[in-house]
């Protein structure tokens, strides 16, 4: 390749035709028919004489992010090679040529980093000339290199190169080599007209610090350890973030392992979760600890958000063995998806009674922090944690249709949860309940901790929250009510003396054999969250 002078040339037909004329003159200042040959310049010979054809573009396209490719036929005499005959415009911003270099039939631009998913515009303008090339349009970046995380190897940054696989209003869509993604056209048609708009209007504005307008999905192979991942970093500049030794792609994107997700972006599931995820990155202080079971919590009530049900987080709730010993609402294991789902249960109850799915919004906009959302509740439910959290286990076992023991119409469990005998009362965590059945006529506790709650719930659905309680053929609730996720030691739920043998349980569908489903979902790689990325790797390895 040889990179050509830089000059004032005009563009190739006006400059074949500009010659033409001048050989003619020369031959007949007259203007009559001369005889001065032409051929190696363009224009009419005469006699008939072949002349090569005046320089034409057949094709413009971006083969990389940061190049622009123009294909011409006919003469290549006077191609303009000063940067300044190609201005490259868009709705989102032009694009800077820097350097203009020539290859035979090819002319290549070297340009600032394009704005994936645009479309560009091309005018071929030298000083001087008249002639009108607008609408010659492209696709920017039919490739584009990405940084990405090496779960099998600390979380290292490893740059791959992905191909532009489809481009729709808010997103853009890129594979690497090796994977191929069946739903491209499915996904483009989903994220725009329902993930998208639903989850800017319920928890907030899409941010475009890379201003193409465009959410970037990444197709790319995990070897089995995550289905979708969100990386924060990607919001920081590039210098920021390396002086921490990570990268930063400086884009609004989400990475998906398409083999991990049956070959597809998925956005019926992975998407609306890991889109939440981006969406809280702007809402709460990068720098921060993640609250786990806000942020995990709620973008599981993003896929109920977006389309109208989350039926794996229900299924999972009532068949989860976890559940059924208890596991705390807040201190978070990080890799099991029963606490996922019992947090995307207790969040859907409260914006059940905030008034409905406007209310996941107003939670959203909460910091998590346990504290914080006793005040918040009580300001306005007029309760405290405790209260609402024993409401939500209430409301999973009664369903009544409204009121504080009901979901408002925001879900329909349609079974009773699972529970533990009534005589076999596990230790509990704070912010920890379990449901007990087997109870029988008026019963008394003994021996549970400080800050153990006691329910009674009996066949009817009417409640007792003092002793003795009566529980017959309904289920008692325990709860250890400490508001301090900070404390790591259990107290005992107590002894219930009174108890009939417990019933088998109705029977129920198995829960699909294999890794539990936290594994699709890591927490947001960031240098705060390592030791909970750590954890979560250690459990879900695949």
């Avoid at 940054?157 to 729709?168: D, P, W």
């Avoid at 930063?248 to 992975?270: A, C, H, R």
């Avoid at 039926?311 to 989860?320: E, H, I, K, M, R």
């Avoid at 201190?331 to 406007?358: D, I, S």
Wanted: charged residues 20%.
């Amino acid at each position: 390749m040889t990179r050509m002078r830089a000059s004032s040339l005009l563009p190739l037909p006006l400059m074949m035709a500009a010659l033409a004329a001048c050989g003619d003159d020369e031959a007949d200042p007259t203007g009559g028919g001369g005889t001065g040959t032409t051929a190696s310049t363009g224009g009419e010979g005469g006699a008939g004489g072949e002349v090569t054809p005046a320089g034409d573009i057949a094709s413009v396209s971006a083969p990389t992010r940061t190049q622009v490719q123009i294909d011409v036929t006919g003469s290549m005499a006077t191609a303009p090679v000063e940067a300044a005959a190609y201005q490259i415009t868009s709705e989102h911003g032009p694009l800077v040529v820097t350097a203009v270099s020539v290859d035979g039939q090819r002319i290549l631009l070297e340009t600032e980093k394009q704005k994936l998913g645009v479309t560009y515009e091309l005018v071929v303008a030298a000083p001087g000339s008249d002639l009108d090339l607008e609408g010659d349009s492209f696709l920017a970046a039919d490739t584009a290199a990405f940084w990405t995380s090496d779960f099998g190897n600390n979380f290292a940054a490893v740059e791959v190169t992905a191909k532009r696989v489809g481009v729709g209003e808010h997103v853009v869509l890129y594979a690497i080599d090796g994977v191929s993604p069946t739903d491209t056209a499915e996904t483009i048609q989903v994220f725009d007209e329902t993930v998208f708009p639903a989850e800017i209007e319920l928890l907030h504005a899409a941010p475009d610090r890379d201003e193409n307008g465009r959410i970037v999905l990444l197709g790319l192979d995990g070897d089995g350890f995550y289905a979708g991942y969100f990386n924060p970093l990607d919001s920081l500049p590039a210098e920021t973030v390396e002086q921490w030794g990570y990268k930063s792609n400086e884009m609004e994107m989400l990475y998906i392992s398409i083999p991990d997700t049956q070959g597809k972006f998925d956005p019926w599931g992975v998407i609306p979760h890991e889109f939440s995820h981006l969406l809280y990155n702007e809402e709460h202080d990068i720098s921060s600890e993640d609250w786990s079971w806000h942020n995990e919590g709620l973008a599981e009530c993003a896929v109920k958000a977006v389309h109208g049900s989350n039926d794996t987080a229900t299924y999972w709730f009532l068949n989860s063995p976890d559940l059924a010993t208890g596991k705390s609402l807040v201190q978070w294991e990080y890799a099991n998806y029963a606490q996922y789902v019992q947090a995307y249960v207790f969040w859907t109850y409260v914006a059940g009674r905030l008034g409905g799915v406007a209310g996941y919004g107003q939670l959203f906009d909460q910091s998590g922090d346990p504290a914080a959302m006793d005040a918040f509740f009580q300001a306005e439910l007029g309760q405290s944690f405790a209260d609402v959290q024993l409401d939500m286990m209430t409301a999973a076992w009664v369903e009544a249709p409204t009121g504080p023991h009901g979901f408002n119409g925001m879900l329909t469990l349609g079974a009773d949860p699972q529970s533990s005998s009534i005589d076999s009362m596990p230790a509990l965590s704070p912010f920890e309940a379990v449901f007990l059945t087997g109870a029988s006529g008026a019963i008394t506790p003994a021996g549970q901790g400080p800050d153990v709650r006691i329910r009674g719930i009996d066949s009817s659905g009417a409640i007792t929250d003092a002793a003795p309680f009566n529980a017959d053929g309904g289920v008692m609730i325990v709860l250890n009510a400490l508001q301090d996720p900070g404390e790591m030691t259990t107290q005992p739920g107590g002894s219930f003396p009174a108890a009939l043998p417990v019933p088998p349980p109705s029977p129920r569908a198995a829960l699909a054999a294999g890794r539990d489903p936290a594994w699709r979902h890591p927490p947001p790689i960031k240098p705060a969250n390592k030791r909970l990325l750590d954890r979560w790797l250690a459990r879900t390895r695949p």
